[in-house]
């Protein structure tokens, strides 16, 4: 009955395959997929902003964020908030892992260089203040070298903002159609491939088998 | 269905990836090459499968198609989805490379099971019932691989019942859809191309 290419049943069947194929094809762009978990994460003034998505640009929210040091001894943790995001202050000036869990069984992680944290304190390194000191002694209006370092790093956080938000955008991205035709491609020729050696196999063994025929006859 | 690296521990990892061998060298025994291109198509369809995401509260799950899989192809499902997450793991980043064979286990191992249930159905000349097998296998292979994939983080510090409660009902939707994309695929390729089912006798 149902094999039956008239009944109406098949033909809804038909449909809703070719409504399915469809549906693939037009939600490729910008969706939502929970086999992934990205973390993000960037350093402005003192503090480290954390950001979990999943591959879409869904936020992972109320996540729990651990952050370790470079020996691997937790220094903190928290949750994300409902805008996938946790924030916390610098704990030490050293290379930190930001682990991110997503729900079970999906778990990333960004490592945070002590270079990017420690942006601010090469600023006020010794050799650095000793020429700025000589520079600043002629002028009547000395500039405070804490004052001067926090306005850059101000400025700098305002000018890096676009910046930081293009890199937080790209990264959102799903996989794309490059990767996915690719990947079709992949396997057509994987299993082309073994097709040929197994075709191969099979036809000397068939010669094989016809010689020994052969021999047998004469 | 995807584990992350860096969940699992050594031991589990290395059982996954043991049974994984086993399965695919049984699968690359079994496979002629007759049923080679019926492989590479459903194995095409398994790589795509996973881009197609059910959405579902704050969260979502994704088709997996591991029992279509198991129920046209046996054994030849392990190399299938063996090749469809690596590919996966490569180009999206799905999954990893450590947890490849674990990862492939806790899919392939429910279709074969699906295989031996419902496989011979599909010989049926009864429409209605290779209709409901074809569902139940769907339906089964999710449902166990939820339950696998609960299996293994047991050994993470999770509590069996926990995972598996909110796993299986995660996938709960899934677990429908499946079982009906896989009664219409059958549906549709008995009629218009049994010979892909390795269904020799004629439709109708």
Redesign the interface.
Same mark, same amino acid.
Do not use: R
């Given at each position: $009955?149902?094999?039956? #290419?008239r009944h109406p049943f098949?033909r809804g069947?038909?449909l %809703? *395959?070719n409504a399915?194929l469809m *549906?693939?094809f037009l #939600? !490729?762009a910008s969706? %939502?997929?929970?086999?992934? %978990?990205n973390v993000f994460a960037w350093v402005e003034g003192d503090m480290v902003f954390v950001e979990g998505y =999943?591959?879409g640009g869904?936020k992972a929210?109320n996540s729990p964020v651990e952050v370790y040091n470079s020996a691997g001894v937790k220094l903190l943790e928290g949750r994300t908030n409902e805008k996938g995001e946790f924030s916390f202050k610098i704990p030490a000036k050293e290379d930190l892992r930001i682990v991110l869990t997503a729900? %079970?069984?999906?778990?990333?992680?960004f490592i945070i260089t002590a270079a990017e944290l420690g942006l601010s304190e090469s600023l006020s390194d010794a050799p650095v203040t000793k020429i700025s000191e000589k520079v600043a002694a002629p002028s009547s209006a000395t500039v405070d070298m804490g004052q001067l370092e926090v306005m850059i790093d101000q400025a700098l956080d305002r000018k890096l903002k676009p910046v930081i938000q293009l890199i937080r955008n790209t990264r959102k991205e799903?996989?794309g159609v490059t990767?996915?035709i690719?990947? *079709?491609g =992949? *396997?057509?020729g994987?299993?082309?491939l !073994? $097709?040929y050696f197994?075709?191969r196999k099979?036809r000397e063994r068939g010669q094989r088998s016809a010689e020994y025929g052969q021999a047998v006859i004469i | 269905m995807h584990i992350s690296e860096g969940v699992l521990s050594p031991p589990v990892l290395v059982a996954g990836a043991a049974l994984t061998a086993a399965g695919v060298a049984m699968g690359l025994k079994k496979m002629d090459n007759e049923s080679i291109p019926r492989v590479a198509v459903l194995t095409a369809a398994f790589f795509v499968a996973s881009l197609i995401r059910v959405p579902l509260g704050p969260s979502a799950v994704h088709l997996v198609l591991n029992g279509l899989l198991g129920i046209v192809l046996g054994w030849a499902a392990f190399p299938a989805i063996l090749v469809g997450l690596a590919l996966q793991a490569l180009l999206f980043q799905f999954g990893g490379l450590t947890t490849l064979g674990v990862n492939t286990f806790i899919m392939a191992g429910p279709a074969i099971l699906c295989y031996y249930l419902f496989g011979r159905s599909l010989t049926s000349k009864h429409p209605g019932l290779v209709t409901a097998m074809a569902f139940s296998s769907g339906f089964l292979a999710i449902l166990l691989s939820s339950l696998l994939l609960a299996l293994c983080l047991i050994f993470t510090g999770e509590s069996f019942l926990q995972a598996a409660k909110v796993l299986v009902l995660a996938h709960l939707p899934v677990m429908f859809l499946e079982g009906l994309i896989v009664a219409f695929c059958l549906a549709f390729l008995m009629k218009v191309k049994p010979e892909l089912l390795g269904v020799t006798h004629a439709a109708g």
């Open positions: $009955m149902l094999l039956d #290419s098949t069947a038909t %809703v *395959i399915l *549906i693939t #939600s !490729l969706q %939502v997929w929970a086999h992934k %978990v =999943y591959p869904k929210q729900g %079970v069984a999906h778990k990333n992680d799903g996989p990767e996915i690719g990947g *079709i =992949y *396997i057509l994987l299993f082309g !073994l $097709m197994k075709s099979d | -």
